[in-house]
Structure formats: structure tokens, C-alpha cells
Nanobody, 116 residues
Framework: QVQLVESGGGLVYPGGSLRLSCEAS????????MSWYRQAPGAQRELVAH???????NYADSVKGRFTISRDNTKNTVDLQMSSLKPEDTAVYYC??????????WGQGTQVTVSS
């Protein structure tokens, strides 16, 4: 089992920045892929960014050039640096992990609100 705890959400003005962090505990040696998803009110949950154990990354088109995902395998953390935030980035952001047996784990979510 892997447990995930997110932090770093909050309220920010358009154009501002936030950094989300997710710390994994438990069977962390089994972690393979780490990702951030988000879900806006009334919308489906969508992939924001993804990073492999080797550091390869992938981003949703809507956040390319504005968001950066990173991970620290020694600390079992995955971060999402968000810049140039827009109101449409408002959502609950979820940490998502897949282990080597392709079991999926989700964090509890952290609210990000972009508003003036």
C-alpha cells in the first residue's frame, strides 16, 4: 500500500504561482509513475502532468509552458510548480501514483482557486 498526502493548494490571483507537493509513504519502493490530475466543478478528472521513475515528463496542452512537474525519489515526493495561473486552472488537484504492479493510488486532493 502507498499513502499520499498533498499540500500547497490555496487562493491565488490570475497570473500568480503556486507549488503543490505530494509525499508518498508506505511501500514507496514500488512506485513507478507519478502524476497530477485535476477536477473542476462539473467536469471530468483530467491528467495535468506525468513523470516516470526515470524523469520523463508529459503535460496536458493546457498547462504546457506554465506548469512543471518534478519528483524526488529519495524523499518520495512529486511536486507541481504552477505559474501564470488562469481562472480555468481552478480545480481540486489530486496526486496519483502507479506502482510496479500497476496498482493505482490517489491522494485526498487539494483545492486550487484562481480568482481576483
Amino acid at each position: 500500500q502507498v499513502q499520499l498526502v498533498e499540500s500547497g493548494g490555496g487562493l491565488v490571483y490570475p497570473g500568480g504561482s503556486l507549488r503543490l507537493s505530494c509525499e508518498a509513504s508506505g511501500r514507496t519502493s514500488s512506485i513507478n509513475y507519478m502524476s497530477w490530475y485535476r477536477q473542476a466543478p462539473g467536469a471530468q478528472r483530467e491528467l495535468v502532468a506525468h513523470i516516470t521513475s526515470g524523469g520523463n515528463t508529459n503535460y496536458a496542452d493546457s498547462v504546457k509552458g506554465r506548469f512543471t512537474i518534478s519528483r524526488d525519489n529519495t524523499k518520495n515526493t512529486v511536486d507541481l510548480q504552477m505559474s501564470s495561473l488562469k481562472p480555468e486552472d481552478t480545480a481540486v488537484y489530486y496526486c496519483h501514483v502507479v506502482d510496479q504492479l500497476f496498482r493505482i493510488y490517489w491522494g485526498q486532493g487539494t483545492q486550487v482557486t484562481v480568482s481576483s
